[in-house]
C-alpha cells in the first residue's frame, strides 16, 4: 500500500520555516526563493487538508496546528538524520550491534572489557544506549540488552550474567578515624532504601538509623561520594574492584550475603539463530561473566 507522507521537500521547508518564523529566512537557509518555500508549504497544506500558517500580508504566523506540527517533523527530520549518519559512518567489511544497557554496569564493568571484544573482533562496532528500565525488545532497534533479571523480559532468552551483591566501602582516610560503622556518615542508593537496614540483619552489625544519610539515584553517585570521602557506600562489589585493588576505597566491614539482583543478557530468540555479530558478542560476554564469578547458578540454561 503506498503511503500517505508528504514530500521531504516540503517537510524541510515547512520545518525551517516554522522554525525561523519566516519564509524569507527559511529560503535564505535552504538557498530557495521565498517563492519555492510559499509554494512548498502550499503543497503541504493541500496534502494534508489543514492550515499550517496564517498569512497577514507579508508576515506570516505558525497557527496551534502548525506549531504542534513543527515539533513531530523535527524530531522526525532529526531522527532521519542521525540514523544517516549512523549509517555512513559504518565500516564496509563490518558489522554494529546496539546494545541497550544499564548506565553503572555499562561505565563500570563493561565497558573496561570492551577492548578485549574490539581485540578479538575488530571488524565489530559495539554501541551502547542508557535504558533505566526493562522495555519491549522486539522493534526498539536494539539487538539485544543487558539489564535486571525481570517479569518484563518474559518471552526474550534470558541469560544469566553476574549477581549483585552488596559491600560497605569508604575512603582510606575515612575508615582510620576508627570508630564503628554506625558512627560514620552512611551513603544510599534512593532506589533500595532499605539496603542498609537488610545489610545490617545479614552482618550483626548493629545500625541505630540505617536510613540516615544523603541519597543519591546512581551507584556511580555513590562510589564517586565515596571517593571524595563523604561517607560509607552500600554498592556492588563488581564495580569497585580497580578502587579496592589501588588502595582508593577500603572495605573493611564484610559483604553482604544476598544477592540484590542479577544481571542478565537479553536476547529476542536464542543465542545460535541469531545473526553472526550477536552470536559472537553473546558468547563473548558470557565468558567474560563467567570468569568474573564462576558461580555454579549462573551457568544454568537460558530462560525465555
Not at 526493562?134 to 541469560?159: K, N, Q, Y
Not at 558512627?183 to 545500625?207: F, M, V
Amino acid at each position: 500500500m503506498r503511503r500517505k507522507i508528504p514530500s521531504p521537500s516540503a517537510l524541510l521547508a515547512f520545518e525551517a520555516a516554522a522554525r525561523h518564523g519566516s519564509f524569507a529566512r527559511a529560503a535564505d537557509e535552504l538557498a530557495l526563493t521565498e517563492g519555492a518555500i510559499s509554494r512548498q508549504i502550499g503543497r503541504l497544506e493541500a496534502f494534508l487538508g489543514v492550515m499550517l500558517f496564517e498569512r497577514v500580508g507579508n508576515r506570516v504566523r505558525l497557527l496551534p496546528n502548525g506549531a504542534r506540527y513543527a515539533v513531530q517533523v523535527r524530531e522526525t527530520l532529526d531522527r532521519l538524520e542521525r540514523d544517516s549518519q549512523y549509517l555512513m559512518g559504518q565500516p564496509r567489511d563490518g558489522a554494529s550491534l546496539d546494545i541497550a544497557t544499564l548506565p553503572t554496569f555499562a561505565s563500570r564493568w563493561l565497558i573496561p572489557r570492551l577492548a578485549r571484544f574490539h581485540a578479538l573482533h575488530p571488524n565489530i562496532t559495539v554501541h551502547l544506549a542508557e535504558r533505566m528500565e526493562p522495555f519491549v525488545l522486539a522493534g526498539s532497534g536494539f539487538e539485544a540488552a543487558i539489564h535486571f533479571e525481570h517479569p518484563a523480559w518474559t518471552g526474550m532468552r534470558t541469560h544469566r550474567l553476574l549477581h549483585e551483591t552488596l559491600v560497605p566501602v569508604c575512603h582510606p582516610a575515612l575508615a582510620e578515624r576508627g570508630g564503628s560503622l554506625d558512627e560514620l556518615p552512611r551513603l544510599h542508593r534512593r532506589q533500595n532504601p532499605d539496603a542498609w537496614q537488610r545489610y545490617a540483619q545479614e552482618s550483626g552489625i548493629e545500625l541505630s538509623n540505617p536510613a540516615t544519610g544523603a541519597r543519591y539515584d546512581l551507584h556511580s553517585m555513590q562510589i564517586a561520594a565515596a571517593l571524595a570521602g563523604l561517607g560509607v557506600a552500600l554498592v556492588p562489589r563488581l564495580y569497585i574492584e580497580a578502587e579496592l585493588a589501588e588502595g582508593r576505597l577500603v572495605a573493611p566491614w564484610p559483604d553482604g550475603t544476598s544477592v540484590a539482583k542479577t544481571f542478565c543478557l537479553v536476547l529476542p530468540e536464542p543465542i545460535r539463530l541469531s545473526d553472526g555479530p550477536v552470536q559472537i558478542f553473546a558468547d563473548w560476554l558470557i565468558r567474560e561473566a563467567r570468569s568474573a564469578s564462576p558461580s555454579p547458578d549462573l551457568t544454568a540454561s537460558p530462560r525465555s
